[in-house]
Nanobody, 124 residues
Framework: QVQLVESGGGLVQAGGSLRLSCSAA????????VGWFRQAPGKERDFVLA????????YVGGSVKGRFTISRDNAKNTVYLQMNSLKPEDTAVYYC?????????????????WGQGTQVTVSS
């Protein structure tokens, strides 16, 4: 089992920045790839970014390319989502998720563990 807890969400003006954290407890964290997804009201959960267990590979969703980055510190069992140049359409609940069987990391069903989510609201 892996327990995930997101933090760092909040209200920010358009053009601003936020850094979300995903803290993990449980099994060896470096064995898991971690992804960020987001879900706006009335919409499906969308892939944002993912990172491999050893940080060598990252995967970016098209809507955030050039604005969001992902990183991890396995010594701290934490993955970070740095969000810059935020837009109102980035408003959503952001979830981190972890999985161990590498496949299409943009697909939510390939992740085994999920956090509860953190709200990000971008005002115009």
């Amino acid at each position: 089992q892996v327990q995930l807890v997101e933090s760092g969400g909040g209200l920010v003006q358009a053009g601003g920045s936020l850094r979300l954290s995903c803290s993990a407890a449980g099994r060896t964290f470096s064995n898991y790839f971690v992804g960020w997804f987001r879900q706006a009201p009335g919409k499906e959960r969308d892939f944002v970014l993912a990172i491999s267990g050893d940080s060598r590979s990252t995967y970016v969703g098209g809507s955030v390319k050039g604005r969001f980055t992902i990183s991890r510190d396995n010594a701290k069992n934490t993955v970070y989502l740095q969000m810059n140049s935020l837009k109102p359409e980035d408003t959503a609940v952001y979830y981190c998720a972890a999985g161990s069987v590498y496949s299409d990391l943009s697909r939510a069903h390939n992740y085994d563990y999920w956090g509860q989510g953190t709200q990000v609201t971008v005002s115009s």
